[in-house]
């Protein structure tokens, strides 16, 4: 049966602007989630990134709460980041342009008697990290005496970051009568004792890890026989400007990143950022701001650096390698479509990187479709220590498919047999003939 928000219950002020942020139908999660938090049962909800987890917590709570009501908190949201403040402070925000519910969104790092002021006029729901909570309620500018309704969001992600003392203080201070809500990407022991320590009983809510991601990705592939071959295609794509307005750019490593920037920056219209894991927290806000706004056009970034990144608008994601987690290709390209625009996440794989493409496309239970490289783009001939090292990379997973396996690769020249290069050839054969031809032409 497929489920409507207006089937789950919503109130009408909520549903009203649903359609025009792009929420359609409910994700998995929030069909599946809604209806027992509406039942006022404490829920772990578990479901990948991206699947809308937020809106499956926000949006029966917003029908309990109906209207602004009072000047204390009935809700509280726990996350652990500043990042995620803010952005479930900006999700509050786009689901409520017809309601009078009012919130704030606090987090450590800057002074409390700014967020003091925040609060004060009163609000119906507080997201909030744990410290920053804690600092507001003892000095006394907060109560916590209305408090419904506690939500913990990322709780994996809580528990990593060592929050569970402050949790513990946290719940010593609210009032015992309330519903519990936790939410996590994945359910590990530890994530099943924190809620059994803080939600006594629960139901749990589950989407399969594979869930699709909430919004419309476009997902496509390049096979690129090499490093060089991706840089002249991504070079050649971010030509394109109507439509490539807003891209992010993905690398596995930093100094991976790095080799990209110094490239694409040369060669690139308009403004285009690195960001670094190593450079401070506020030249990374910095970056990540600056993106936001549309004042940055390209932004290359690790994995790790781009945590916590949500930017609407995001018209691309290009992949430049293989994520070397299997689960960040699905963080990554979560990254574009957000609040139902369409976007297009484009993945350069090279030969040794396609064993990894298998397992990426087992995970989210699709093939992905394969894009034929531009003509315009020079394929160049992989290098000798490229070759190699592809080469030995495709043995070592033949090995890993097959323990008996004898190895193919020798210490020994060997260029990549038709075989392997597989599709490659072909295009490199085009190629070659392409450019005698211009050339003859010249
Ligand atoms: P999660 O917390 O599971 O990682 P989010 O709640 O941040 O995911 O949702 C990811 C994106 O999907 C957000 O941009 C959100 O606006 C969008 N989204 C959520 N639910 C829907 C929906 N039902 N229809 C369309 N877009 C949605
Ligand atoms: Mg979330």
Redesign the pocket.
Known sequence: MKKTFESLKISKSILKGLGE???????P??SKAIPVISSGANVVGI??????????YLLPLFTKLVKAEGVDPRVVVLVPTRELSM?VGE?IE?LTPYSDIRYAAVFGGIGWTKHAALIEPGIDILVATPGRLWDLHKTGYLSLKKVKYLVI?EADRMLDMGFMPQLRQIFEILPAKRQNLL?S?TFSEKVEGMAQEFLDHFERVEVSKSAT???LVKQRLYKVPNYRTKLNLVRHLLENEEQFTRVILFAKTKEHAEGIFKVVKRKTEGEVRILHSNKGQSSRINAIKAFKDGEVRVLISTDVSARGL?A?QVSHVINFDIPPRYEDYVHRI?RTA???NKGVALTLVDPSEEWHLEKIEKLIRMEIPVNDIPEEVEIIPTEFDENQKQLREIDRQKKIDNPDYQGAFHEKKRKLSAKDMGKYTDKFKRTKKRQKRSKRRK
Do not use: V, Y
């Open positions: 942020i792009g929420f359609i139908k409910p994700s999660i929030q479901a990948q990134t991206g699947t809308g987890k937020t809106a499956a952005q999700d786009e969001d939410f990407a991601p909430a919004r949500d609407s979560g957000r609040a139902g």
